[in-house]
Nanobody
């Protein structure tokens, strides 16, 4: 059974940092893992992902320069480092795996999802 389990969310003030983790079990996903987020009343939006060969990373413009996606293949775990957080970063953060189309920024392109971890940033 495939499982993605996120952790690391929390409540913090603007300017702070967090590291989110996404541990995968049941399958090895490698570079087909990505991060999305969903704020209340909004659609789920792309945050970060790897290129198919894992050599490059892609970010939403809103987080570029502040967030960093990484992974540990030995642990089958992806990470998202969040720096210089802003109140507008408040959302539930989800990891996704198994990209099944060419559009890595589309939520429906992914087969597996975690349960999400809440990040709340106060001003």
């Amino acid at each position: 059974q495939v499982q993605l389990v996120e952790s690391g969310g929390g409540l913090l003030q603007a300017g702070g940092s967090l590291r989110l983790s996404c541990a995968a079990s049941g399958r090895t996903f490698g570079s087909t893992m990505a991060w999305f987020r969903q704020a209340p009343g909004k659609e789920r939006e792309f945050v970060a992902a790897f290129s198919p060969d894992g050599r490059n990373t892609y970010y939403a413009d809103s987080v570029k320069g502040r967030f960093t996606i990484s992974r540990d293949n030995a642990k089958n775990t992806a990470y998202l480092q969040l720096n210089n957080l802003k109140p507008e970063d408040t959302a539930v953060y989800y990891c996704a795996a198994q990209l099944r189309s060419n559009n890595r920024e589309l939520a429906t392109s992914y087969t597996y999802w975690g349960q999400g971890t809440q990040v709340t940033v106060s001003s």
